[in-house]
């Protein structure tokens, strides 16, 4: 008997990686059939003539190196499912583990502002897990900002969405609790060292910050802050591992006193907390 399982490992062995292989038999086959691992492990294979099609879609996409995320449409992020497609970053693990830092001291009812939202997974994981929060999320690009309207909609939260320029004189006639972001901070001579998948598909905007500045977002967010964070509020970034000193002097040089630097599950310098 073919289960499933063993269907969908031998037509995908040759599109992932050997690491890669397991993740994606069951993200494909859970996607496709609606079945738990278990069973997807004993029962015996059999598609109806739409799932086939819709499966040989998927392996068309994959052999094109389109992530996988992308193809399925979805991601799990923050125990949430999220809408993905090319207008927004696929969330990663990193950026979960920077929720975490938020939800470590957010409190009940906490005015939040995510900058450079996305598909909207941390404003809206923020908005799910943060009685009475209200949350507001920026964002340069229009169909970013359509895509995180769409997930707030179906994870069933309010989130305000507004299309601002952080970099170009972005104000507000609002202060806040917690200010966040997952601004862009890989530098562009990083980009030979970054899989082809990637480049291929997400968007450049998201990703990339110029060689000769690479904190331009952090410098523009930390200064819009200083000017609408509560004095007793707290200001969280993700960031490149290789500029954690350097964005904490700033922070400092900014006048926020207690500046803490977290580690992801990697071991690497990820995530910064800022308190005046």
């Not at 906490?110 to 009685?131: E, F, M, Q, R, Y």
């Not at 994870?155 to 917690?178: K, T, Y």
Request: include cysteine.
């Amino acid at each position: 008997m073919e289960t499933f399982f063993s269907f969908f490992k031998s037509h995908l062995k040759s599109l992932c990686s050997s690491l890669e292989l397991h993740d994606f038999i069951f993200l494909v086959g859970q996607k496709l059939t609606g079945l738990s691992k278990v069973a997807l492990m004993t029962k015996e294979c059999v598609l109806n003539e739409s799932q086939k099609l819709l499966f040989s879609r998927y392996c068309k996409e994959l052999s094109e190196n389109r992530p996988i995320q992308y193809v399925l449409g979805e991601t799990d992020f923050c125990e949430l499912k999220i809408k993905v497609d090319e207008r927004a970053l696929i969330p990663r693990v990193e950026t979960s583990e920077l929720v975490d830092f938020v939800l470590d001291s957010a409190v009940k009812g906490a005015k939040i502002l995510d900058i450079g939202t996305g598909s909207g997974c941390i404003a809206i994981a923020l908005a799910k897990k943060i009685l009475n929060s209200s949350v507001t999320a920026y964002d340069i690009s229009e169909e970013a900002l359509l895509l995180a309207a769409e997930n707030a909609h179906l994870n069933n939260v309010e989130v305000f969405f507004r299309q601002v320029d952080i970099l170009n004189g972005a104000d507000s006639n609002e202060d806040f609790d917690v200010i966040v972001s997952n601004p862009p901070y890989i530098k562009l001579s990083e980009r030979e060292e970054m899989c082809s998948n990637v480049l291929d598909y997400e968007p450049h905007l998201a990703l990339f910050v110029p060689n000769n500045d690479p904190l331009i977002f952090y410098r523009a967010i930390i200064d819009f802050a200083k000017k609408h964070l509560l004095p007793t509020g707290s200001l969280f970034f993700e960031i490149n591992r290789a500029f954690s000193q350097e964005i904490k002097e700033m922070l400092n040089e900014k006048g926020f006193s207690k500046v803490e630097i977290r580690k992801d599950m990697f071991g690497n310098d990820r995530m910064i907390r800022a308190c005046f």
